[in-house]
């Protein structure tokens, strides 16, 4: 397929101009070759900003109230000079900040759509996504400059459209959450206990059985220690004791409770029904038994049961790890063994998870 047809497909599949078959035949596509799911998620944000020209004037007499209270082209050059006040300015202002850097973006594009560069989509639609990225690193780059000056050497985020919960498979990087947490995502982060930010890239998703793996992929990411807990194979029975430890909230909260049923909702045998508080923001959790070993993962899609949630079976996990493509593996990828978790009382328990656990932060447009 040339990239010109790739392009009209892509249009098409946005639009919502094909057959279910054809969109069944296309998602597959996207889930198998990298690049191609890379392009639909770059034309959907492009097409996005171009519909938004509209809204131009409006953007336009905001920026001029705006420009009115903070001057952002100083803002770097006075880092080194005022730190504190510099930061404190941040606080007060960076949703400012952010409208006056979309502002930007849109400026660019009218720019380019009135003086004709637009007309060739296929030649110049690189251009203009690389000066979309430009702009958006821009803005990003000042925000890293003052949290450093605040005394966080990690990268913020803002809030994202959605959160989940992750955690690690392997000390080198590579995260396992639930498939409906970054279904459709446009960019992913994941947030460790010290409240530092990784940008991750998702390497494999399965719809069925809700499973979706992540690999870090900031520079800034150092490995972990070797994992604390390994992944039992076999399937736990009902009735016993079992918690999960994950992101319901913008901080980490333990859930404790019990297995009530071998099957998970509507008879899933792939899954546990569990009698575990959790909300949403536990969707692709560990649940772990007594010992700590990891049984399954926390599905809390479905919350119309209460006092009651799901969780997939921790050898539909492994089978998931199976399938990924080499090709889409950096570095390898292998299953811990030990479990140290075993001889430890709960709250040891959690204080050794802690690191190993994450929050995962969904942006769409």
């Known amino acids: 397929m040339s990239e010109k047809e790739l392009l009209d497909q892509i249009d098409r599949y946005l639009n919502g101009e094909i ?26 944000h492009f097409v996005g900003l171009i519909k938004q020209y509209g809204e131009r004037l409006e953007l336009e007499r905001r920026l001029d109230e705006i420009h009115g209270e903070i001057d952002v082209h100083t803002l770097e050059d006075e ?26 973006i849109f400026a660019v594009l009218c720019t380019l759509f009135f003086t004709g560069y637009l007309a060739d989509r296929s030649r110049n639609y690189e251009y203009v996504v690389g000066k979309i990225k430009g702009l958006e690193n821009g803005q990003r780059t000042l925000s890293n400059k003052v949290n450093q000056l605040d005394g966080n050497k990690g990268v913020r985020t803002n809030p994202g459209n959605f959160k989940g919960t992750g955690f690690a498979i392997s000390s080198n990087g590579y995260i396992v959450t639930d498939y409906h ?13 010290d409240g530092k930010s990784y940008k991750a890239k998702v390497i494999h998703l399965e719809a069925d059985p809700d499973v979706a793996i992540l ?23 009902i009735g016993e004791n079992v918690f ?7 901080a980490m909260v333990l859930g404790m409770g019990y297995l009530s049923a071998g099957s998970g909702y509507q008879g899933d045998s792939t899954s546990y029904q569990i009698s575990v508080p959790v909300n949403p923001g536990n969707s692709g959790g560990p649940l772990l ?18 006092g009651t949630a799901f969780a997939l079976k921790s050898s539909y996990l492994m089978k998931a790890i ?44």
């Open 322 to 365: 199976e399938n990924i493509p080499a090709d889409s593996l950096k570095n390898p990828l292998t299953l811990n063994n030990k479990n140290v978790l075993a001889t430890l009382n709960r709250v040891q328990q959690v204080k050794k998870l802690q690191n190993y656990i994450f929050m995962v932060r969904v942006y769409n447009q």
């Open 215 to 237: 690999q870090i992929t900031d520079p800034s990411f150092k490995a972990l220690a070797p994992l604390p807990y390994d992944f039992k194979k076999a399937e736990s029975d």
């Open 19 to 44: 057959t279910k078959e054809e969109r069944a035949r296309f998602e597959s596509l996207r889930i198998e070759d990298a690049s191609v799911n890379e392009k639909v998620v770059e034309h959907k």
């Open 244 to 250: 999960t430890v994950g992101y319901p909230i913008d």
């Open 289 to 306: 038994d007594n010992k700590g070993n990891v049984i399954g993962i926390v599905d809390a899609k479905q919350t119309n049961m209460a």
């Open 79 to 104: 880092l080194m000079i005022h730190p504190s006040g510099i930061v404190r300015l941040w606080r007060n202002h960076h949703s400012k900040i952010s409208v006056a850097a979309s502002i930007a």
């Open 181 to 193: 947490v970054v279904n459709g995502a446009d960019s992913v982060y994941v947030q460790s206990y």
